[in-house]
T-cell receptor, first 113, second 111 residues
Framework: NAGVTQTPKFQVLKTGQSMTLQCAQD?????MYWYRQDPGMGLRLIYY???????DKGEVPNGYNVSRLNKREFSLRLESAAPSQTSVYFC????????????FGPGTRLTVT | GQQVMQIPQYQHVQEGEDFTTYCNSS?????IQWYKQRPGGHPVFLIQ?????EVKKQKRLTFQFGEAKKNSSLHITATQTTDVGTYFC???????????FGKGTKLSVIP
């Protein structure tokens, strides 16, 4: 079992370009999350999906969109990248109670110039 | 908004010394979780505390949840070089569906 996978691992974008970060899980979990991690800031929730077909905003949703394509996949889209979106992005899942442990993917390191 | 404050931000210890990191929430928490992130890696779940005053141990690691369910601590006894990394607490505020992470404590262990 791969657990939680993310693609790509690294990406460099120019300001204004768009891209989609992909996340997939084979854990049969209902809930999926997108976080960003900046130095000294901990992890901040961008969006989450409690189940297939539902998405909700987190703490820092501006500039991002998400799609819960099916139970396995949850993508994060940057429509017009900005330097402030330079960060490490982590996808996470849990079994769906919001109370249990979260399993994180390996992360995508994004630089916007 | 809801906040989880974590101190210290950095801690350098000699191998064999003890280490403690503290979390404080502005609101009552349903539970608190602890994660460890190695340099260049992703957060890995360590433990979850749910009950008021709960204490759990994992080998050299001791986790506590305060009586008021607003604070927590992680204590490592006799640190080893394998303990290096950043330790995050993450609280689930009562009535919320969103974990709020502390900013983490970065532990360095000098051999």
């Amino acid at each position: 079992n791969a657990g939680v996978t993310q693609t790509p691992k690294f990406q460099v974008l120019k300001t204004g370009q768009s891209m989609t970060l992909q996340c997939a899980q084979d854990m049969n979990h209902n809930s999926m999350y997108w976080y960003r991690q900046d130095p000294g800031m901990g992890l901040r929730l961008i969006y989450y999906s409690a189940s297939e077909g539902t998405t909700d905003k987190g703490e820092v949703p501006n500039g991002y969109n998400v799609s819960r394509l099916n139970k396995r996949e949850f993508s994060l889209r940057l429509e017009s990248a900005a330097p402030s979106q330079t960060s490490v992005y982590f996808c996470a899942t849990n079994s769906g109670t919001h109370r249990g442990e979260q399993y994180f993917g390996p992360g995508t390191r994004l630089t916007v110039t | 908004g809801q906040q989880v404050m974590q101190i210290p931000q950095y801690q350098h210890v000699q191998e064999g010394e003890d280490f403690t990191t503290y979390c404080n929430s502005s609101t009552t928490l349903s539970n608190i979780q602890w994660y460890k992130q190695r340099p260049g890696g992703h957060p890995v779940f360590l433990i979850q505390l749910v009950k008021s005053g709960e204490v759990k141990k994992q080998k050299r690691l001791t986790f506590q949840f305060g009586e008021a369910k607003k604070n927590s601590s992680l204590h490592i006894t006799a640190t080893q070089t394998t303990d290096v990394g950043t330790y995050f607490c993450a609280g689930l505020p009562a009535g919320s569906y969103q974990l709020t992470f502390g900013k983490g404590t970065k532990l360095s262990v000098i051999p």
